[in-house]
C-alpha cells in the first residue's frame, strides 16, 4: 500500500544512500513514495560520482528514466530521455550512471533484490524461464509526441509511450499539456497515477505543479481544475489501463456536534483522515477538489 502524496517537491526531501546493492560508487537517493508491504518504489537517484552494477537478474519490475546527464546501458549511452524498463525475474545487463546525473528509478512489485552475474549470457542462463520478456531501451529524445484521445471539448494532450505491459496495461510514458490547457472537471481512474514533473509550470486543485513536482496519486482520488500556466511535460505512470471518470459541480459533507470546542475555530476544528502527504514548499492545501 503506498500514502497519497500530492504534492511534493523533490528538494524539500532529505538524501538517503541509494538502496542498490552490488553497485559500486556513489549515488544518493530521494524516497518520493514506498510501499513497505512489498518494497514497490519510486526514487530520484543523484550519482555523486560514477555508479555502476554489473549484469544481474531484477527482483522487481525496474525502470530508469535518465532526467539530466546520461546512462550507459550494456554500452549503449543514454541522455536525457533514456529509458530502461526490466521486468521482475528477467536479467538486464550492466549499466553505469555518469558523476552529476539525475535519473528516476522505479521498482514495482518487488523489492531492491538484485543477483549479480560476470555478464549478460550468465544472467540470462539463470533468469526464470517463464520471464521470456524482454528488456525496453527506449530514447524519449528521438520520439515523435502522438495526440492523446481527449474526452469533451479539450486541446488534446501529447503523448510519447515508453512502455505498456500487454497483460496488465500498466504503462509508462511521457505527456505533454500546451500552455493554456485547461480542464475544469475533477477526474478519478480505476488505477493508481504517479507523475514526477520535468518542465513547466501548472496550477490545479491540489496546488501549483513546476519541474521537480511529484505526485503519487491512489486509485479513484479524483484530481483537476488544471489550467497550464506554460507547456509543460511529465513522466507519468499508472498500474493498468486510464479510464477517466469526470465530476463537476464536486461537493463533501462530513462533520459533526461539537461538544466541547468551537467547530469554527480554524486551528482546533477536527481535519478530514485522507488528507495527502505534502512537502513544505507548496504550502496548505485548500482542499480544492474534494
Ligand atoms: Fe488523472
Redesign the pocket.
Known sequence: MRAHVELIHEDDYIFHTGELPYGEGKILERRLSTDEEDGSSSLSLHAGADWGRSAGIVHADTEFYVVEGSMLYGGQELGAGGYVQVPKGTAMDWLKIREGSRVLHWREYGDCGFDPFTNLGEASAAASPESAEGVTVMDAGKMEWTEAPSVGPLTPLYIKLLHRDPKTGFYTRLIRAPKGWTDHRL?H?PCY?EFYTLAGKMAYNFGDIDEGTYCFRPARVK?GHFVAETEIDWILRSDGE?T?WYTTDEWVKYGGHAENYDEHDGHIHPILSSLPVRSRSRGEWSGDGM
Do not use: V, Y
Open positions: 477526474a481512474h497515477e484530481h486510464l477517466n
